[in-house]
């Protein structure tokens, strides 16, 4: 098996530029819900204690934990959004990492030169859907394999960016390979892999865009509930 160190380091090198926009998001998240959280705990313990000091502290007890573990979740995907956000729309990486796969499948930029000239390199560019697959998950796997030889929060926070971008462009390649297969009868890896770079960087960041307002509101909205029904029930389950 080869040695892949030294392309999952060349990832992390090219998200390297995105770890201060994928920071920034995370500590504007936090900064939210921390505003988010004061008013929502002040209010459900104000409904919830109705006089009693216990249910007041029960309630804040609640509330604080419940914002504790949504703040982390949605600091952790503002940021690996956001951060692949930028990565997309300034910097080109959707198309910087298409490649890098398509590279481990046999594809490289030499590729597109000469090997379609007659039957026989059509034949051997032409994969049934089930090798072709089986290829590229084995590239992808094999990459998400490798641990980062540097630690800390910047090198977490690129490792997770990388992850973030790989798995979304196995996802697309994939229902790319499963088009071809239906239209061609097999998957012409050199096909595929110019039609997706061709507007993959576009394609993701629509598709992160739409996400990312969705997951917030969401996310932020249950805890909201969560406060509510504290404040609600508590004074039924506690005695004053």
């Known amino acids: 098996m080869p040695d892949l160190g030294p392309v999952f380091g060349a990832l992390l090198d090219a998200f390297g530029p995105v770890i201060g926009a994928a920071l920034k998001a995370l500590l504007k998240t936090v900064f939210g819900m921390v505003l988010l959280g004061a008013v929502v705990t002040g209010t459900t313990v104000y409904f919830a204690a109705q ?42 990486l959707g198309t910087r990492v298409l490649k890098l796969v398509f590279n481990q499948l046999g594809v490289t930029e030499e590729s597109t030169q000469g090997e379609r000239a007659g039957s026989v390199g059509r034949v051997v560019e032409k994969l049934p859907l089930r090798d072709a697959e089986a290829r590229l998950s084995g590239a992808v796997n094999g990459l998400l394999a490798e641990r980062a030889a540097k630690t800390g929060l910047r090198a977490w926070l690129a490792r997770k960016l990388v992850e973030s971008a790989l798995q979304r462009i196995e996802r697309i390649t994939l229902a790319k390979f499963r088009s071809e297969d239906a239209k061609t009868g097999g998957v012409d890896l050199l096909v595929v892999r110019d039609e997706l770079a061709a507007g993959i960087d576009g394609t993701l960041a629509s598709t992160i865009s739409g996400q990312l307002n969705k997951v917030n509101i969401l996310v932020a909205g249950l805890y909201v509930v969560f406060a509510v029904v504290i404040a609600a029930v508590l004074p039924r389950l506690v005695p004053g």
Do not use: D, Y
Request: aromatic fraction near 2%; avoid cysteine.
């Open 51 to 92: 006089g009693s000091w216990l249910r007041g502290l029960i309630a804040a007890a609640l509330s604080l934990v419940a914002l504790g573990v949504v703040t982390g979740i949605l600091a952790v995907k503002n940021a690996i959004m956001r951060g692949l956000l930028h990565g997309l729309q300034k910097l080109q």
